[in-house]
């Protein structure tokens, strides 16, 4: 019998499975939609999609670092136990290599990317029928513009992408950007450098310390002049070469990588950072686990 792309569409309405999944299922079951349906219901694909209401704010970030290509990825689960399963890693690692090797524009366009025989999408939607939870990629990072790339993972919770462009190639050997990486990812820096910084946020820091009040009764000249110094301090904090060196506090990262190495950018990924959280205690999660 001739599967139409109209009774694709359907089964996939009704079930919320992806198209390849959807159409598999049709030719098995010979056209019959009821039976299409049975099928995808056994093979657990047919309740992903309704996973995908739920909160996912657990996950892991992860990387893959080839030559002088790299690429940072997040992807979110809905609690830790997930997140620590082999298959979940597993997919985090797989997902990762189709960035590095496809350079997909965004998300979506990475959901689309063929992997398998099939789409990332439908990859992903297979992983959530056999492990039980909503799962989703957040965001991506992609390196590849012949510098030196590397990346630091920490447990899995803070990543860091960073591209540096050695200056001599003795600098190459992946130690100088391996202790970079660890600082940004202990330190958590905003920018390379006070040129990346956009006017509007020293704007509105300076309005912010303007509008103290250990400021109030001070000529405006000299309050001026210290909220000046207060905002200069403030953006040194957040940029990365005027971060003092995790490892040694008496070097910035600029005297670090001095006539040894230009930092170009990095990226640096905390796991969850502005989702919603699951509001559960412990035993209600492992009881969850339990009933699946």
Not at 4 to 11: D, H, N, Q, T
Not at 121 to 147: L, Q, S
Not at 205 to 216: F, P, V
């Amino acid at each position: 019998m001739e599967i139409k792309a109209s009774m694709v569409k359907e089964l996939r309405d009704l079930t919320g499975a992806g198209m390849m999944d959807a159409k598999k299922a049709l030719v098995e079951a010979e056209g019959d939609m009821e039976r299409a349906q049975e099928l995808l219901r056994q093979k657990g694909i047919a309740s992903a999609d309704k996973k995908m209401g739920r909160i996912a704010a657990e996950g892991l970030v992860g990387s893959v670092v080839e030559g002088k290509r790299g690429a940072l990825v997040e992807i979110n689960c809905e609690t830790d136990f997930v997140a620590k399963n082999e298959d979940f890693k597993a997919l985090l690692d797989k997902i990762a290599k189709v960035v590095l090797d496809t350079n997909p524009a965004d998300v979506d366009a990475l959901n689309a990317t063929s992997i398998d025989g099939t789409t990332v999408e439908e990859v992903v939607k297979a992983a959530i029928a056999k492990i039980g939870e909503k799962i989703t990629i957040r965001r991506f990072a992609r390196y590849d513009d012949g510098n030196c790339v590397e990346s630091y993972i920490h447990n899995g919770k803070i990543g860091v992408l960073l591209e540096v462009k050695c200056l001599a190639e003795a600098n190459c050997d992946g130690s100088l950007a391996k202790d970079i990486c660890l600082h940004i990812a202990s330190c958590a820096p905003e920018f390379v450098s006070r040129a990346e910084i956009p006017a509007e946020v020293i704007e509105e820091e300076t309005r912010i310390e303007m509008g103290k009040e250990d400021l109030a009764k001070k000529p405006e000249a000299i309050r001026a002049k210290i909220v000046e110094g207060r905002v200069n301090k403030l953006m040194a904090q957040r940029c990365l070469l005027e971060q003092a060196f995790v490892k040694n506090p008496d070097v910035t990262i600029e005297g670090l990588v001095a006539s040894k190495a230009e930092i170009v950018k990095f990226e640096r990924y905390v796991l969850g950072e502005g989702l919603e959280k699951r509001n559960e205690n412990f035993a209600d999660e492992v009881m969850n686990q339990i009933k699946g």
